[in-house]
């Protein structure tokens, strides 16, 4: 298997309970399932519309506070922006939109799949807890950098793993069905280098800001 980011060979990582393989690449750190084992787009639906999170969600609003205050109110405090993956209830747009100062669109492949962000350009693109769930994440990334106004921001949200095979294994993130990639810091260094982005923001656990460098 060659790592869907970097092009390296990978190494398996093979969970018996499951009966599921993973590849991780030495190189660029990330982790991705076998795609034989992945959901289908129909069951990754039903799993999602068990999700049961809204704006009276404390602990969920509290998150995403934490989020845009740290990951991106620093770099952008205003302007066009994408909530890319929004979910069947956008929280963190309906948040942005009630306290901040941001013009924002939406878009999720099961909820909102109208691909709205076409011809359009951003200052800012938030994703949280969406990387995850991609299967050729380097596309989505150009993407991003694409429709990035110059100096624009991408603000990234999912959890890091430790990068050691074992706790790999008994790690919690990847009991979710639909979680299929996972990366640390250096994962998206390397795509940062291989897109065009800059990292001006991470706290080394789960959020990282990217900025598009200008040509």
């Known amino acids: 298997m060659i790592c869907k980011i970097c092009n390296s060979r990978t190494q398996a990582i093979y969970d018996k309970q499951f009966d599921i393989v993973y590849y991780h690449c030495s190189h660029c750190e990330f982790i991705t399932m076998d795609e034989k084992k992945q959901v289908s787009f129909n069951e990754e639906r039903r799993i999602y519309d068990l ?13 995403f506070r934490n989020f845009l205050e740290n990951s991106v109110i620093p770099f952008k405090k205003e302007g066009k922006a994408l909530d890319f993956g929004s979910g069947p209830e ?84 990847r009991r979710d069905e639909t979680h299929i990639s996972f990366y640390t810091l250096k994962t998206l260094k390397t795509i940062a280098k291989l897109v065009g982005f800059s990292i001006i923001y991470t706290d080394d656990k789960r ?9």
């Open 51 to 63: 999700h049961n999170n809204s704006l009276e969600c404390e602990g969920y609003v509290t998150m």
């Open 90 to 173: 956008p929280v963190l747009s309906q948040l942005i939109i009630r306290d901040y100062k941001f013009d924002v669109d939406h878009y999720d492949l099961h909820y909102q799949p109208d691909k709205i962000y076409e011809n359009t350009k951003y200052n800012v693109i938030f994703t949280t807890e969406v990387i995850e769930h991609l299967k050729n994440p380097i596309e989505i990334f150009k993407m991003f950098y694409e429709i990035l106004n110059e100096d624009g921001i991408l603000a990234v949200m999912t959890l890091f793993h430790n990068n050691n095979e074992q706790s790999f294994l008994k790690w919690w993130y």
């Open 207 to 215: 959020l990282c800001t990217l900025r598009k460098i200008s040509t």
